[in-house]
């Protein structure tokens, strides 16, 4: 079965700091991981996915995030932090070799960047 | 372009009482999916469709019906509301071609059952 953990309820970073926010997944074969962020009273829109290829993946508004197949990682991260990234940050995994379409989220982590 | 559409927006439903969601995506998307979204819970996948007259239960089927008659739309049911289910549900749609996997969600859709 596929499962995804965000070990943060909530993170706290200063503007202009650099930030990170902490993924992990199970999955039996190989995986699809994506970001996805929320805005008060929005629905979620896409930040960023890995499929294959290099470790490192960017996105929109500058965040990244590296995929880690030792560790079963897919930290997002951005280098300087900005007070407009406050929201609430989702972490989820489709299995690609199982045959299946379904995309499992993680708990959410809530960011807050303090001016 | 109007992507995923969800109706209606709010509903206040008492026990016992039964609801359509409505999802409609204008993107020809093969796959569609309904999520319930809790404090502390994430999204949590209800059923989900991978093409037009198929449906599957995803990790919280329960107490929920679906259907996807046409390709665009995928319809949430709920054939008699318990309190348990308020929630806020959210319908997403992606492409079935390689290399394009994403979801598009839609608005939300608030429901509370007293």
């Known amino acids: 079965a596929q499962s995804v953990a965000q070990p943060e309820d909530q993170v706290n970073v200063a503007e202009g700091n650099p930030l990170t926010v902490k993924c992990t997944y199970s999955?039996?074969?190989?995986?699809?991981l994506f970001w996805y962020v929320q805005y008060p009273n929005r629905g979620l829109q896409f930040l960023l996915k890995?499929?294959?290829?290099?470790?490192l993946v960017k996105g929109s508004y500058g965040f990244e995030a590296e995929f880690n197949k030792s560790q079963t990682s897919f930290h997002l991260k951005k280098p300087s932090a900005l007070v407009s990234d406050s929201a609430l940050y989702f972490c989820?995994?489709?299995?690609?070799?199982?045959?299946?379409?379904?995309?499992?989220f993680g708990t959410g982590t809530r960011l807050k960047v303090l001016a | 372009n109007a992507g995923v559409t969800q109706t209606p927006k709010f509903r206040v439903l008492k026990t016992g009482q039964s609801m359509t969601l409505l999802c409609a995506q204008d993107?020809?998307?093969?796959?569609m999916y309904w999520y319930r979204q809790d404090p502390g819970m994430g999204l949590r996948l209800i059923h989900y469709?991978?093409?037009?007259?198929?449906?599957a239960k995803g990790e919280v089927p329960d107490g929920y019906n679906v259907s996807r008659l046409k390709k665009q739309n995928f319809l949430l049911g709920l054939e008699s509301a318990a309190p348990s289910q308020t929630s806020v549900y959210f319908c997403?749609?992606?492409?079935?071609?390689?290399?394009?996997?994403?979801?598009?969600f839609g608005s939300g859709t608030q429901l509370s059952v007293l």
């Open positions: 989820a995994v489709r299995d690609k070799t199982s045959g299946t379409y379904k995309y499992i």
């Open positions: 469709s991978v093409g037009e007259g198929t449906t």
């Open positions: 999955v039996s074969g190989n995986p699809y």
């Open positions: 997403a749609s992606s492409s079935s071609d390689s290399g394009d996997e994403k979801l598009f």
């Open positions: 890995y499929i294959t290829g290099d470790n």
């Open positions: 993107m020809n998307h093969e796959y």
